[in-house]
């Protein structure tokens, strides 16, 4: 995360915001544009933003033979400032010379924290959520490096993964889970692992978070609890309100989140950044949807709202809650939900009624 100090001096200087825009497969072709939408409605909130259209994905690199072109890598880190990715059609099964191009960009552009905020909409303004939570998800490492090997033994095929963990990885995503606790009221964060199995790789991502407090007093206000990754999940169904702010390593981080989504109605509602000490993407956190592509049903709020965690991320507090509180005003009234939250308006509905509240 940016330094509040390095993130004013950053807002204050910019003319304009340039802004890549990656819908990439599926329903990202819906969303993103929507996202787009609310950005542009915020008019002199923000620097005047200018938007660069990019190409990525798993339709991308059946049409080229390449998943994350060059270019696109070129253009994000010489000519935007931040960026939206929609989804990916990453196949279940392997192909031949396919990689996500999402895992690419995290550690192309060092954008090692993952955050997913998971927040209900309480029926009134005036109550606090049922569900306020942020799980912060390490990025760049676990088995999502990619190792992987098959080999044919004895009693047939046997396939290995490599787990990476580093101190390095499992501190910095641990001072981002600090600061982002320190900046809420409760002030508490949880450390998932299962390090009573996994005591080598678990145990050193346990161990360099908790030392996080030791480099930096500020970090004493924090209360710090630890938790065992299945009994997470367990308690996070039974008793969400324990919860404020959760670190992990990647793949539990990716599997926490996604479960938390069930907690406020629908994957298409919760957001997330990609976030680095430089550079910072939003990513709805759902996925490509191809079920639902091309009808004009797909949910844009996870897009819209991570456009705003990424224009907070930036430094622009005001016109990230300009958005956010626009939807929560249309999820409020329910008259213009998707059907995955139980209703029958279309994206573009719900996008102009978000962006005439903004």
Do not use: W
């Not at 080229?64 to 989804?87: I, Q, R, W, Y």
């Amino acid at each position: 995360m940016l330094r509040t100090s390095m993130r004013t001096m950053a807002t204050a200087a910019r003319k304009s915001l340039t802004i890549g825009l990656i819908p990439a497969d599926g329903i990202g072709k819906e969303v993103i544009p929507a996202a787009r939408t609310a950005i542009e409605a915020l008019g002199s909130d923000i620097p005047t933003p200018k938007f660069v259209d990019l190409i990525a994905g798993f339709e991308t690199f059946t049409r080229t033979g390449v998943a994350l072109p060059e270019e696109t890598v070129e253009v994000l880190k010489n000519d935007c400032d931040c960026a939206l990715f929609g989804s990916v059609s990453s196949p279940s099964k392997k192909v031949v010379g396919y990689s996500s191009p999402i895992v690419a960009l995290r550690k192309i552009l060092d954008l090692y924290a993952n955050i997913r905020p998971v927040v209900s909409v309480s029926p009134n303004p005036n109550e606090p959520s049922k569900v306020d939570m942020i799980v912060v998800r390490e990025n760049t490492e676990c088995l999502y490096v990619k190792q992987e090997q098959l080999t044919v033994g004895e009693h047939g095929k046997e396939a290995r993964a490599t787990r990476l963990i580093t101190e390095r990885a499992s501190t910095r995503i641990g001072k981002m889970a600090f600061e982002l606790a320190l900046a809420r009221p409760r002030k508490h964060l949880t450390v998932i692992h299962k390090s009573n199995v996994l005591s080598v790789t678990d145990g050193l991502f346990r161990e360099s978070v908790r030392a996080v407090p030791l480099q930096d007093t500020r970090f004493e206000a924090v209360t710090v609890a630890e938790q065992l990754v299945d009994s997470a999940v367990y308690r996070l169904f039974r008793e969400p309100q324990i919860y404020d702010v959760m670190v992990a390593p990647n793949l539990y981080g990716d599997i926490l989140s996604d479960a938390a989504a069930a907690l406020v109605g629908s994957l298409g509602v919760v957001p997330s950044v990609n976030a680095g000490d430089e550079f910072v993407m939003g990513e709805p956190v759902h996925g490509s949807a191809p079920d639902i592509f091309g009808q004009g049903i797909a949910n844009p709020v996870a897009s819209i709202r991570s456009a705003a965690l990424m224009l907070r991320h930036l430094g622009y507090i005001e016109a990230a809650n300009r958005i956010d509180n626009a939807v929560d005003s249309v999820l409020r009234e329910g008259q213009l939900l998707t059907p995955d939250l139980g209703g029958t308006a279309g994206t573009r509905e719900v996008t102009e009624a978000i962006a005439k509240r903004i």
